[in-house]
Nanobody
């Protein structure tokens, strides 16, 4: 399975970005999907996750009300809409696929496939 994340860039505080992740080579519609991020000098952390059907979502407390995860199984894509961005949201964002768990996992080690990451910089 190959995952490719894109959509990152430079945005001012309070701005918005939409990240996308395109999957190929596997049964995407059966995977739980997650978005993680890693800032310089910090560990990779969970941002948001979505169940295989899209019916369940889960967010880290620090993005609740600002970020929205969604998926389109017909197009093998998952998205992360990020609004009201803050400088502390600056990080490399990764999409990941969990092929085994029906529940949304927050531990990076439980995900099987990872995209290459896309850099989000929030700065004025």
């Amino acid at each position: 399975v190959q995952l490719q994340a894109f959509g990152g860039g430079l945005v001012q505080p309070g701005g918005s970005l939409r990240l996308s992740c395109a999957a190929s080579g596997g049964p995407f519609s059966s995977y739980t999907m997650g978005w993680f991020r890693q800032a310089p000098g910090k560990e990779r952390e969970f941002v948001a996750g979505i169940s295989w059907s899209g019916g369940n979502t889960y967010y880290a407390d620090f993005v609740k009300g600002r970020f929205t995860i969604s998926r389109d199984n017909a197009k093998n894509t998952v998205h992360l809409q990020m609004n009201s961005l803050k400088p502390e949201d600056t990080a490399v964002y990764y999409c990941a696929a969990d092929r085994l768990s029906a529940a949304i996992q927050r531990r990076p080690g439980l995900y099987d496939y990872w995209g290459q990451g896309t850099l989000v910089t929030v700065s004025s």
